[in-house]
Nanobody, 114 residues
Framework: VQLQASGGGLVQAGGSLRLSCAASGNIANFNSMSWYRQAPGKQREWVATIAGSGLTNNADSVKGRFTISRDNAKNTLYLQMNSLKPEDTAVYYC?????????WGQGTQVTVSS
């Protein structure tokens, strides 16, 4: 599986961005898809997951601000990020589990200025 993330950029605090992750496979068959992020000098952390069933879960730090979704017809995962804060600045990575094997995409940089 190849995952291609896009949509990052520079935005002011309070602004919005939508990240996309295009997958090479049929995402309807994936066990789950997720977003992770890694800020400078910090460990990679989990942001949000959408299960194969469609159930979603977000990290407490982004609850109420970020929404994960997917379009099976386009084999694309999304992360809608609203009310962005400077502490959301990080490289964002998409991840999937297919047949319980993990795959990672390359990251996309999100920078939130204060």
């Amino acid at each position: 599986v190849q995952l291609q993330a896009s949509g990052g950029g520079l935005v002011q605090a309070g602004g919005s961005l939508r990240l996309s992750c295009a997958a090479s496979g049929n995402i309807a068959n994936f066990n789950s898809m997720s977003w992770y992020r890694q800020a400078p000098g910090k460990q990679r952390e989990w942001v949000a997951t959408i299960a194969g069933s469609g159930l979603t879960n977000n990290a407490d730090s982004v609850k109420g601000r970020f929404t994960i979704s997917r379009d099976n017809a386009k084999n694309t995962l999304y992360l809608q990020m609203n009310s962005l804060k400077p502490e959301d600045t990080a490289v964002y990575y998409c991840h999937c589990l297919r047949a319980w094997v993990a795959y990672w995409g390359q990251g996309t940089q999100v920078t939130v200025s204060s």
